[in-house]
T-cell receptor, first 111, second 115 residues
Framework: GQQVMQIPQYQHVQEGEDFTTYCNSS?????IQWYKQRPGGHPVFLIQ?????EVKKQKRLTFQFGEAKKNSSLHITATQTTDVGTYFC???????????FGSGTQLTVLP | DTAVSQTPKYLVTQMGNDKSIKCEQNLGHDTMYWYKQDSKKFLKIMFSYNNKELIINETVPNRFSPKSPDKAHLNLHINSLELGDSAVYFCASSHLTVANTGELFFGEGSRLTVL
């Protein structure tokens, strides 16, 4: 079955440092989504990428979809304490009806 | 108005008991899901219903039985609870098409603790 690996599992950064999480799929994805889950909260949709090589930005967040559509990354520039949480990628391959979630990266931002 | 609401938010119960979690969405979506999140934050899909029809049924013990009385509701009943069932259960909904899963809207979660 489809597997989506995400690294690192944990990341501690000083406020103001950059942060990147990487997502790799065992199969080619038709699309990939990113979610953020604050501590004690529920996952909230951030963005969806569909095209090969696509890059999208949301303020300090930059999302990339690999050329082969098997990997993706989320980069946060100059982290803030409000960025704390777990970031998940979730991919769908072929005609699959479900998203497969990555294992998540738990980000801690130290003030 | 809460888009996806699930109740109860917290459940503490003894091993062997039966419990239910209810979920309702007012987004007009045609697809609803149950996810289980364990202590390591891993999100695993359990079930999905599209227009009241079961479309995803992952390898889940048959002690777990979903029920969708209509498009806006998806409930989860768990029989003979075990310690390993302790987790946060998230309900979610989306608009599903052939080309796109659609973004998932999650409920706030129901934290189940089995003693």
């Amino acid at each position: 079955g489809q597997q989506v690996m995400q690294i690192p599992q944990y990341q501690h950064v000083q406020e103001g440092e950059d942060f990147t999480t990487y997502c790799n799929s065992s199969t080619t994805l038709s699309n990939i989504q990113w979610y953020k889950q604050r501590p004690g909260g529920h996952p909230v949709f951030l963005i969806q990428l569909v095209k090969s090589g696509e890059v999208k930005k949301q303020k300090r967040l930059t999302f990339q979809f690999g050329e082969a559509k098997k990997n993706s990354s989320l980069h946060i520039t100059a982290t803030q304490t409000t960025d704390v949480g777990t970031y998940f990628c979730a991919g769908r391959s072929g005609s699959a009806r479900q998203l497969t979630f990555g294992s998540g990266t738990q980000l801690t931002v130290l003030p | 108005d809460t888009a996806v609401s699930q109740t109860p938010k917290y459940l503490v119960t003894q091993m062997g008991n039966d419990k239910s979690i209810k979920c309702e969405q007012n987004l007009g979506h045609d697809t609803m899901y149950w996810y289980k999140q364990d202590s390591k934050k891993f999100l695993k899909i359990m079930f999905s219903y599209n227009n009241k029809e079961l479309i995803i049924n992952e390898t889940v013990p048959n002690r777990f039985s979903p029920k969708s009385p209509d498009k806006a509701h998806l409930n989860l009943h768990i029989n003979s609870l075990e310690l390993g069932d302790s987790a946060v259960y998230f309900c979610a909904s989306s608009h599903l098409t052939v080309a796109n899963t659609g973004e998932l809207f999650f409920g706030e979660g129901s934290r189940l603790t089995v003693l």
